[in-house]
């Protein structure tokens, strides 16, 4: 379950990571003085991490079941 959840983070990731949703936020609109596509980026990079690093560290009901 694990896999399939993090496969499923990567395939959006590039999704979002893609061509057409960047384009939208290159824009000359400025955040605390960084562009916003920076923002963007850094944003999802960041949100992404976290969410990898939560399906990682979940503990599996499957898997406690078969310890048992």
């Not at 949100?47 to 009901?61: P, R, T």
């Amino acid at each position: 379950m694990k896999q399939q959840r993090a496969i499923a983070i990567t395939i959006l990731l590039v999704c979002l990571f893609n061509f057409p949703l960047l384009s939208l936020f290159n824009k000359t609109i400025f955040v605390l003085g960084v562009p916003l596509v920076y923002v963007y980026v850094f944003s999802v990079w960041a949100v992404g991490i976290i969410i990898i690093a939560m399906i990682a560290e979940s503990k599996n009901v499957e898997d406690t079941q078969e310890h048992e």
